[in-house]
């Protein structure tokens, strides 16, 4: 399975949710398939997404929460799934694409590709719902069971190590990320 | 919104309970067990170095540090503990109108902060300046790269009056370090200025649309 196969497999469930992705491949890729004012891009500060869907999550407990993960920046921030799992919010569905490598910056393999085990590293933190998947089929399944059990989820998708020729959009940082406060705030009033 | 955000802030499961100190009343983690001995050299450090005893921590300033920050509606506060900020710890935790985040490193809780701005929860941070390295990152590429308000209270450890040799050399490059990062930043010495200083940083994070700092020091943080 590529990332951009398991994106295109759930874009149409991101609509109406509070989504926050890495930098580089993920946040490239989900702009390929369109934009909307509930993405947010977190293009640098790698390890944070979590963190930041975490802060989104307690804050806004009406809202459903997606995180796209990586296991480039799962693994500079380890102790943040321990944080996760100890508030485990029931409104945040954390998928991580586990490519094995730090495909941005040349594919230099990460230690998931000599067996560390992220789901199992979620599990043993705390988290109360995990998943490996390796296929479409089963991502789509497991990612549907994540947001109807409304408990935290940690989601590891096992992807190809393959992504798009390049990172910059004409998406600027900053207009992402006030267009992303108008939705929550927004939202607000729908809620 | 403020009772449904802190009971969903409330942590999943129980926590060990805390120690008391020799010396300082409270810790976190057990001092002194667990060390190897040497089996030729052996020798049993002493304890009275410093003979004079140690003042508590304030109880009135962090009160009056949490009024603040509850007058200026913070309703979010993360938090790695250290010795001078366990009544604020405690005050958050207590809160039922606070959320409370316990870290594992203070870099998580610049991204906890920025996704609390833009879920529109006003918060703050509390670290010791030790922390505020360990989240230089966090600061420069999430907070300052997509210009969110930070209101950070920082303990000022490793200035004149330390007592503990490991906080020495940080006390010494804080500020030297706040300036390389551009960030605004005051000292919160004395209660009388607490409300006042805590309220006015957090209005230049808000209309500046970046991170402040407020450094908690010595004479405001321990008993006289």
């Known amino acids: ?191 | 919104m403020g009772s449904s955000l802190a009971r969903a802030g409330r942590e999943g499961g129980g926590r060990p309970r805390v120690r008391a100190h020799p010396v300082l009343g409270v810790t976190d983690r057990p001092m002194g067990e667990g060390l190897p001995t040497h089996p030729v050299h052996r020798h049993t450090p002493s304890l009275d170095i410093i003979a004079a005893p140690m003042p508590p921590v304030s109880t009135s300033s962090s009160r009056i540090i949490y009024d603040a920050l509850k007058a200026c509606g913070v309703r979010l506060i993360s938090a790695l503990p250290e010795t001078w900020l366990v009544h604020l710890i405690r005050m958050a935790d207590e809160d039922p109108e606070m959320t409370l985040v316990r870290l594992a490193k203070e870099e998580e809780g610049v991204g906890i902060s920025a996704g609390a701005h833009l879920a529109g929860v006003k918060s703050a941070m509390l670290m010791q300046n030790h922390g505020l390295l360990a989240a230089v990152n966090g600061i420069v590429s999430c907070a300052q790269l997509y210009r969110i308000p930070l209101l950070m209270l920082i303990s000022h450890r490793g200035s004149f009056g330390e007592r503990d040799p490991w906080q020495t050399e940080g006390g010494g490059v804080t500020e030297d370090l706040l300036h390389a990062l551009r960030i605004a930043y005051q000292h919160l010495e004395d209660p009388l200025h607490v409300a006042h200083r805590i309220a006015e940083a957090q209005t230049l994070a808000y209309s500046s649309n970046k991170p402040v700092a407020l450094l908690l020091c010595r004479d405001l943080m321990w008993e006289p």
């Open chain 1, 1 to 191: 399975m590529t990332r951009l196969e398991a994106l295109r497999a759930v874009y149409d469930k991101l609509a109406d949710r509070v989504v926050v992705t890495i930098m580089g491949a993920v946040a490239a890729e989900l702009q390929s398939l369109g934009h909307r004012p509930n993405f947010f891009y977190l293009q640098h500060a790698m390890g944070l997404a979590s963190s930041m869907g975490l802060g989104i999550a307690l804050s806004r407990p009406e809202l459903s929460v997606i995180v796209l993960d990586g296991d480039g920046s799962v693994l500079m921030n380890l102790g943040g799934l321990t944080t996760l799992a100890r508030y485990r919010p029931k409104n945040l569905l954390h998928i991580v694409f586990d490519n094995e490598s730090l495909l941005s910056v040349g594919g230099f393999p990460t230690a998931t590709s000599t067996g560390s085990d992220i789901a199992g590293i979620a599990r043993a933190a705390g988290v109360p719902r995990t998943a490996a998947v390796q296929s479409i089929d089963e991502f789509s399944r497991t990612f549907d069971e994540a947001l109807a059990a409304r408990e935290l989820t940690t989601v590891v998708a096992k992807v190809e190590a393959v992504g798009p020729s390049g990172y910059v959009t004409d998406l600027a940082l900053l207009e992402n990320r006030f267009q992303f406060q108008r939705y929550l705030k927004s939202a607000a009033r729908t809620a």
